[in-house]
């Protein structure tokens, strides 16, 4: 029989209500008895995020045997304190937006109509509930993964301790992921703040926020924030948001956050936090002005930190620095024993880019390859990711500059919402969809959309690119009318047009002539 040789932190997640009890009871279940390990394992895993879970279960499926170790919660950042509740925060945030807006389709909303943050927040709790299940440690062991809860250390070449045992490895995989981080500022630590992991624990709206930058996170709950009807400050350090976008796609952004009620502060300096008996007071510099503002909380939006501590990586002979464990292009660290997927070693800090990375490790590390030959490599991937504002921006591929800093000879073509007759129907035109092209081929390098569903249509330009296919078979590509996917299609049209060369038109002039 299963023995339990220790007892393992209780956790409770804030609010400890309903919603969070069974959070925790599918992710860290109080009474969960570790298996007893026999034998080698073919591949043991710490970390049970979303590069964890992925590798786990599909080593499992296809016969290895498979340990999982979790410390903390099992669904990492993405169903904890990532993806899900920020986008469950994010459409409730919407849905107020459109009450707000409803007389330019003919709704008058009775004044007085007040938003309830708390009932919002508990419906997010609700469901991350409810979407736990499939992380859950019940359900891992049933695929046949043995899951330990526990922290896990590296203890020698072949062998990771776990709650005072010990389990033999074959092969090992790193998947701790990266925790949030706060930059030097001064007060910032004396006046205390929130990042993307407590956020979520808030049960009341607070009146004043401010946001200290405007990187993806910073900007999706800035704007969150501010629709729910907080005063929001958005302190960022370089100019405009979300510097590492094309400029004119984070602009369209930009104006709809100041719409919303986001006061921006770009190229900020010599930021300072103190705390008071009013609240916590920022001052700020900002394009020649100095700022004076007091909130009533802090959200710190900048920079993550990878999860080594802890792990015993100096005992197996793995390198990382300040960004993560050292990887190779087949996902080895430096002792090839070992893997790595996820945040802990990826630039890439996205929940899908996690799962490919995964499948790449199951590939490279439970299967022989003769002569070097089929190894799956992070250099095939190609990677879209989101920003789920309102609009949203999504990217595949290459920027331009990207492209031209290769030596690439680029043409980029971009076509406008508000030409595309279900957007401007759907009071959705902000945005456009923009492609780069390899000049003289139909090769798409990248491609930009901003749009209000911009992460559901990224994807057609990710497929085509991962199929090695071009503009050409987009041109040919029949969308149905009218959608706003037909932007894409539309972005395609402008590419033939330009292709379509005086010389050819002279020529076909000619023949029409000819054949009147």
């Not at 030097?184 to 929130?194: D, R, S, V």
Request: with cysteine; charged share 20%; glycine share 10%.
């Amino acid at each position: 029989m299963p023995t339990q040789t220790f007892s393992h932190k209780t956790v409770t997640v804030l609010p400890d209500d309903e919603h969070n009890r069974k959070l925790v009871d599918n992710v860290h279940p109080s009474s969960w008895v570790n298996p007893e390990p026999t034998g080698s394992y073919n591949l043991v895993v710490i970390g049970a995020g979303t590069a964890g879970l992925v590798m786990a279960v599909i080593a499992a499926g296809i016969g290895a045997k498979v340990a999982l170790l979790e410390k903390h919660l099992m669904g990492g950042d993405c169903l904890n304190v990532g993806c899900v509740p920020s986008k469950g925060i994010i459409r409730a945030s919407r849905a107020w937006a459109e009450v707000l807006h409803a007389n330019e389709f003919g709704l008058h909303i009775p004044v007085g109509v007040k938003y309830d943050f708390g009932a919002a927040m508990a419906r997010m709790r609700r469901l991350r509930a409810h979407i736990s299940h499939t992380d859950s440690a019940h359900r891992y062991k049933s695929l046949g993964v043995d899951v330990f809860i526990g922290e896990g250390r590296f203890t020698g070449s072949d062998a990771i301790e776990v709650g005072g045992m010990t389990l033999r490895f074959k092969k090992a995989a790193i998947c701790t992921g990266a925790q949030a981080s706060a930059p030097p500022t001064p007060g910032l630590q004396e006046a205390g703040y929130l990042t993307n992991e407590t956020i979520f624990t808030l049960t009341e709206l607070p009146p004043r926020l401010a946001v200290i930058g405007a990187g993806p996170i910073g900007c999706e709950l800035a704007q969150s924030f501010a629709r729910f009807g907080s005063q929001v400050y958005l302190i960022e350090a370089l100019h405009g948001i979300m510097p590492n976008e094309d400029r004119d796609a984070a602009e369209i952004v930009q104006e709809v956050m100041i719409r919303d009620g986001v006061k921006l502060l770009c190229c900020g300096k010599a930021l300072t936090v103190h705390k008071t008996d009013s609240g916590k007071r920022l001052t700020v510099d900002s394009h020649g002005q100095h700022y004076d503002i007091t909130v009533d909380e802090i959200l710190v939006g900048v920079g993550r930190a990878p999860n080594v501590d802890g792990l015993g990586l100096e005992a197996v002979g793995v390198e990382y620095d300040k960004f993560g464990v050292k990887v190779n292009d087949r996902l080895q660290t430096t002792n090839p024993r070992i893997y790595a997927a996820g945040d802990i070693c990826s630039r890439y800090k996205f929940t899908h880019a996690a799962d490919a990375m995964a499948q790449i490790v199951i590939q490279n590390a439970l299967f022989p390859h003769p002569l070097g030959l089929g190894y799956a490599g992070t250099d095939s991937l190609i990677i879209p990711w989101c920003t789920f504002t309102q609009p949203e921006i999504a990217h595949v591929g290459m920027y331009e500059a990207d492209a031209k800093a290769k030596g690439l000879e680029v043409e980029t073509y971009t076509y406008r919402l508000d030409e595309v007759d279900r957007a401007i129907l759907d009071g959705e035109d902000d945005g456009f969809a923009r492609v780069h092209v390899q000049k003289g081929t139909d090769t798409i390098l990248g491609a930009t959309i901003v749009a209000a569903h911009a992460g559901e249509m990224i994807s057609e330009f990710t497929v085509l690119m991962r199929g090695g296919l071009g503009l050409k078979t987009l041109v040919g590509t029949i969308h149905p009318y009218p959608t706003q996917t037909e932007v894409i299609k539309k972005v395609a049209n402008a590419w033939r047009k330009a292709h379509f060369t005086e010389g050819q038109k002279n020529v076909l002039r000619k023949w029409f002539a000819w054949t009147r």
